[in-house]
């Protein structure tokens, strides 16, 4: 059973959410409320207290030899947050904390579940979205409102779903996040670790203004480093062009080109027990730099013709660190393919083969098609071991739980 922190945020839907309540205590739940005082206006603090069990808190100045406004967040196992109000999502997307709750967001590092509620006006707004945004790249898991009759005469987008639906999606991810202390692992099995993870696109510069490139968007680096940090690892995030967020707890070094992106990498591989080569690194850079914008007619003799552009070969990143590491045993390194399916073979077989030929641990191989996985929020991959055909086929999932898929093969070999 679970230690759960149930944050409520100020809006009608706080009825809904002693239903909910009471689903998780008769779940055998262990359950903190964490009510904002807004909250309390619709449902009072004796309420939550006589469902929970427990004395219920908003602010940080009771009980402050125990420290709750971090010990809550820390030994938390799962947060939920419903209704989460347009102020609350503004708040948690900035990292204010002023409030019991607000501490409490901050300083977990469980999942996080948040369920917003509101009027369909400010759920469209664009502060609202971009906040959802923000807390979703963060790996937040937020709970889509649903459609229907609002508070008043109104209709539309902004009604918290049913408790029974939220208490499936809470299971759904507790029985995920739990499922490492069932098979009796460390609940933080990358504690002590340090993991270098390489994410985004490298752009290649052909002149001040102009570059080559890959429509990477760094999504699935940055969840694979937020859920190496979850899981208690040191983590050097290398981005590159991402404009992604910084994960919690991630040390991020951006980069442009695939020559910095090489350095940051073997720099920091240098103490890592693990390298994740996620980004899209170019394999061919211009040859040469032009210092000054080259011109639409650059050619005096002939106006009419288009520049051609040399190409160099890019070191191979993901071949160095193969190389270099040489006969020892660490750092584990883990390579990223994009693969599709043709004469020569199926997706798996070219990934195979791909594997064989770099000499990493791991190749997680991302089937493209039609439907490409460029900046979407869901992958589907298969995760191929050196030395063993065992497939593990992940998703579609989101880029989180991908994440938590390669982590866990990782682990393995660790
Ligand atoms: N990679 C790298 N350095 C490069 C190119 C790619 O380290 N110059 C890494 C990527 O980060 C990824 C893996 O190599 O982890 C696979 O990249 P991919 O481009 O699919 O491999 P290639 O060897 O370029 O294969 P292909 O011949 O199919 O292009």
């Known amino acids: 059973m679970a230690r759960i ?16 309540l009471r689903l998780f205590t008769e779940a055998g739940h262990d359950v903190t409320v964490v009510p904002t ?36 967040g820390q030994e938390a196992e799962l947060v939920v947050v419903a209704p989460a109000t347009a102020d609350l999502l503004a708040k948690a997307a900035h990292g204010l904390a002023g409030d019991l709750l607000t501490n409490v ?23 609202t979205q971009a906040n959802v ?42 029985a995920h996040a739990t499922h490492d202390h069932a098979q009796g692992r460390a609940p933080l099995p990358l504690r002590g670790r340090h993991v270098v993870v390489s994410a985004g696109g490298t752009r290649e510069p ?3 203004v102009r570059f080559l490139g890959n429509r990477s968007s760094g999504k699935q680096g940055y969840a694979l480093a937020a859920v190496a940090a979850r899981r208690g690892a040191t983590v050097t995030l290398v981005s590159a062009n991402s404009s992604l967020p910084a994960p ?12 910095e992106l090489q350095e940051a990498v073997e720099k920091a591989a240098l103490d890592a ?26 050619d005096p003799d002939d106006p009419e013709r288009a520049p051609s552009i040399e190409l160099v070969r890019n070191p191979d ?26 004469a020569d073979g199926t997706v798996l077989d070219h990934g195979r083969a791909k594997l064989r030929r770099k000499g990493c641990d791991l190749l997680v191989v991302n089937e493209v098609g039609v439907d490409t996985t460029f900046g979407q929020d869901d992958n589907t991959v298969h995760i191929l071991r050196q030395g063993s055909s065992h497939v593990v086929d992940a998703g579609p999932a989101s880029k989180y739980d991908i994440a938590a898929a390669v982590w866990d093969a990782v682990q393995e070999i660790l």
């Open 105 to 127: 967001l901050l300083t977990a590092r469980c999942p996080v579940v948040m369920a917003p509620a509101m009027h369909t006006e400010m759920w469209d707004h664009a502060a």
């Open 248 to 259: 919690a707890g991630v040390a991020v070094l951006p980069v442009e080109t695939a020559v």
């Open 206 to 208: 052909l002149d001040p």
């Open 273 to 298: 027990d693990v390298v994740v080569m996620a980004a899209a690194v170019a394999d061919f850079r211009p040859a040469r730099y032009a210092d000054a914008k080259i011109k639409k007619s650059h």
């Open 37 to 72: 005082e807004s909250a309390l206006r619709f449902v009072g603090a004796p309420t939550w207290e006589a469902l929970s069990g427990r004395p219920v808190h908003t602010d940080v100045w009771s009980d402050v030899p125990d420290v709750p406004h971090v010990r809550l």
């Open 317 to 342: 990143i993901l071949a160095g660190l193969v190389q270099a590491r040489a006969e020892a045993t660490s750092p584990v390194i883990v390579g990223f393919a994009a693969e599709t399916g043709d």
């Open 133 to 174: 945004s923000t807390l979703t790249e963060r790996g937040v898991h937020v709970i889509p409102p649903a459609s229907g009759r609002l508070t008043g005469v109104d209709t539309g987008p902004g009604r918290l779903p049913e408790a029974a639906e939220l208490y499936a999606v809470c299971q759904r991810i507790l």
């Open 5 to 20: 922190v149930l944050g409520v945020g100020g809006g009608i839907a706080a009825y809904k959410v002693c239903s909910l």
